[in-house]
């Protein structure tokens, strides 16, 4: 069965400094793997994913991930975080079908 | 496009009524899934949908719910009778499956007194 945990249910970073979200995943075939962000009362967009090709996976608004088969890691970073970053972050794997397992979520918070 | 499509998008009731919710998926995606959002249990997936038919309701918590999609644009959550418990936000996605890629709706923000 696949699975995702994600790290740390609240993240909080000052604004400028690196952001670091981490995720790690549990699968029994090759999967691809989706970061969503949901920003407050509104539903989840998808950041970035990862099926199978490069394993630094680039996204939208400067975030990346990478994907590291032998950590079974696909942790979220941002070099410079921006007080627009402030959300909630979910980690999200599929094994290729139909159904995408989410992650509880990091909320992320921007400290000035 | 205009996306996933969900209306209400919010529904204030009291405990004992029926609600129910709609989604309009995006054209084309043939996979319909309906979450519910709280902050104690985070994203439960509650049921999917492939080509109309229901696969998989394990995550529908009680026969007070139920859920159809009598056609590809059209789907419906139903909670009857409705306890303040149930008080949530529920999103509804659909898939691009070539891409694997989900879309979610606006979501319904529901309160049940």
């Known amino acids: 069965a696949q699975s995702v945990t994600q790290l740390g249910s609240h993240v909080s970073v000052s604004e400028g400094a690196l952001v670091l979200l981490r995720c790690n995943y549990s699968?029994?075939?090759?999967?691809?793997l989706f970061w969503y962000v949901q920003y407050p009362n509104q539903g989840l967009q998808l950041l970035l994913k990862?099926?199978?090709?490069?394993?630094l996976v680039k996204g939208i608004n400067g975030f990346e991930a990478e994907f590291k088969k032998s950590e079974t890691s696909f942790h979220l970073t941002k070099p410079s975080a921006h007080m627009s970053d402030a959300a909630e972050y979910f980690c999200?794997?599929?094994?290729?079908?139909?159904?995408?397992?989410f992650g509880k979520g990091t909320r992320l918070h921007i400290l000035p | 496009d205009a996306g996933v499509i969900q209306s209400p998008r919010h529904e204030v009731t009291e405990m004992g009524q029926e609600v129910t919710l709609r989604c309009k998926p995006i054209?084309?995606?043939?996979?319909l899934f309906w979450y519910r959002q709280t902050m104690m249990r985070g994203l439960e997936l509650l049921i999917y949908?492939?080509?109309?038919?229901?696969?998989?309701d394990s995550g529908m918590p009680e026969d007070r719910f139920s859920a159809k999609m009598p056609n590809a644009s059209f789907s419906t959550l139903k909670i009857q009778p409705s306890e303040p418990r149930d008080s949530a936000v529920y999103f509804c996605?659909?898939?691009?499956?070539?891409?694997?890629?989900?879309?979610f709706g606006p979501g319904t923000r529901l309160t049940v007194l």
């Open positions: 999200a794997v599929s094994n290729r079908d139909d159904k995408i397992i």
């Open positions: 699968s029994s075939v090759p999967p691809y």
């Open positions: 990862y099926t199978s090709a490069a394993t």
């Open positions: 054209s084309g995606h043939d996979y």
């Open positions: 949908f492939n080509n109309n038919v229901p696969i998989d």
């Open positions: 996605a659909s898939i691009d499956a070539l891409v694997n890629e989900q879309f």
